[in-house]
């Protein structure tokens, strides 16, 4: 069964590029989104296996307030079984101390900054965590 991993992101030339990662490197099937109601909806109907989430989301909403990727990723926690979904931040934000103070503030499993340079790394990353998710030893999965 190959795994679904949802893109949250709202820069179009970023999406594109995130999902050829992600199909092509890590042979995911991948939903893009920007649409706060559907990722909710997609997490909390268990289709997607882990998200990879864009921190400066700026038009994204949920019920028509606006929300950027820290505070969707919050919405994510709060949902039924949402506490332990993977969910990758991504952000162009790189300097010391970002990665620990989104992760704080969002509850986010990991931290990747744009540009992805090591595609391969991005992919291992995320596999670990929704290995970590079904409580499976990353590596240890066909």
């Known amino acids: 069964m190959v795994d679904t991993v949802l893109v ?3 820069d179009p030339a ?3 590029l995130i999902e050829a990662i992600l199909r092509d490197v890590g042979g ?3 939903v893009v989104t920007e649409e706060g109601n559907r ?4 997490v909390g109907g268990g289709g997607v296996a882990a998200a990879v989430m864009d921190i400066s989301l700026g038009r994204t ?4 307030e606006k ?3 820290i505070e969707l990723t919050r919405r994510i926690r709060q949902l039924d079984g949402g506490e332990g979904f993977p969910v990758v931040l991504l952000s162009a934000h790189a300097m010391r101390g970002d990665a620990p103070r989104f992760l704080f ?3 986010a499993n990991d931290y990747v900054t744009k ?5 391969e790394d991005f992919v291992r990353r995320i596999r670990r965590q929704i290995a970590a998710a079904r409580g499976i030893e990353a590596g240890t999965e066909g």
């Open 8 to 10: 949250v992101e709202d």
């Open 14 to 16: 970023n999406a594109v």
């Open 28 to 30: 995911f099937e991948v």
């Open 39 to 42: 990722v909710l909806e997609l």
């Open 61 to 64: 909403r949920v019920g028509g």
């Open 67 to 69: 929300v950027d990727g």
């Open 105 to 107: 503030a969002s509850g």
């Open 115 to 119: 540009p992805i340079l090591d595609p």
